[in-house]
């Protein structure tokens, strides 16, 4: 059964890959498995419709059968535990690929998405200016350590796995900031995850829903 994934009808990224349907989609493509999508509005999110897919009104959802997930780590984790090409045969290399992912969305992701909220949720408030190098800190304090964990490999542990997409798919989202430009490294590896066809195929696929909707005169 093809399974249907929802994603932004408009994303806020303006088409970028940004957002986190993009990590299912490059799971997807990575695996070689075909799947449909569905285009939520802002406030189809929040009708009982999409709840009862997503209890927080977010996205991605993803469904095929009975089967409804939402949260983008847990669907990926879904995908590479049931297709090959995602997680490493080895039980140890598989269990440290599942570490991997959980530190991308547990412990590099939580001060990124700060620096995302002081920035455009909270950049109008009178302490905006103070708070946001004391976020951009507690950054670069996960980049150093991350980068050095890196060193000279091309992937965190081995061979690529859902680790390193979950762990890309994370710090994409520094792009807009300049920060990732600070550190070679991980620019670097960042750059070899969206060079991966499968990056490509899910990058173009995201990036179509929106081209799709802007006028041809702008």
Same mark, same amino acid.
Do not use: C
């Given at each position: ?5 929802? @994603? &932004? ?6 088409? =970028?890959? #940004? ?10 493509? /990575? ?14 999110? !929040? /009708? ?7 209890? &927080?009104? $977010? ?10 997930? &939402? ?9 590479? $535990? ?16 599942? +570490? ?6 547990? +412990? ?16 109008? =408030?009178?302490?905006?200016? $103070?708070?946001?190098?004391?976020? =951009?800190?507690?950054?670069? !304090? ?13 992937? #965190? ?13 994370? #710090? ?21 995850? /969206?060079?991966?066809? @499968? &990056? !490509?195929?899910?990058?173009? @696929? ?13």
């Amino acid at each position: 059964m093809t399974p249907t994934i929802t @994603a &932004f009808e408009s994303s806020p990224d303006r088409g =970028k890959g #940004l957002a986190r349907d993009m990590r299912v989609r490059w799971a997807l493509e /990575e695996a070689g498995q075909p799947y449909e999508v569905r285009l939520v509005s802002f406030s189809a999110m !929040k /009708e009982p419709a999409h709840r009862a897919l997503h209890p &927080f009104g $977010q996205i991605p959802t993803y469904e095929e059968g009975d089967l409804v997930l &939402f949260e983008s780590g847990a669907i990926v984790f879904h995908l590479a $535990q049931r297709h090959a090409g995602l997680l490493p045969n080895d039980a140890n290399a598989r269990a440290r690929a599942i +570490t991997w992912m959980f530190a991308a969305v547990n +412990t590099v992701e939580p001060p990124i998405l700060d620096l995302v909220i002081a920035r455009f949720m909270e950049g109008d =408030k009178p302490w905006a200016e $103070q708070r946001l190098p004391l976020v =951009k800190d507690r950054i670069r !304090k996960r980049l150093d350590e991350l980068s050095d964990r890196i060193g000279e490999a091309d992937w #965190l542990d081995g061979a690529f796995s859902a680790g390193d997409l979950m762990m890309v798919g994370v #710090l994409l989202r520094l792009r807009p900031s300049g920060l990732l430009d600070e550190y070679p490294t991980l620019a670097a590896y960042v750059a070899r995850g /969206e060079a991966r066809p @499968a &990056f !490509k195929r899910a990058f173009a @696929a995201q990036l179509a829903v929106f081209t799709d909707r802007v006028p041809a005169d702008g």
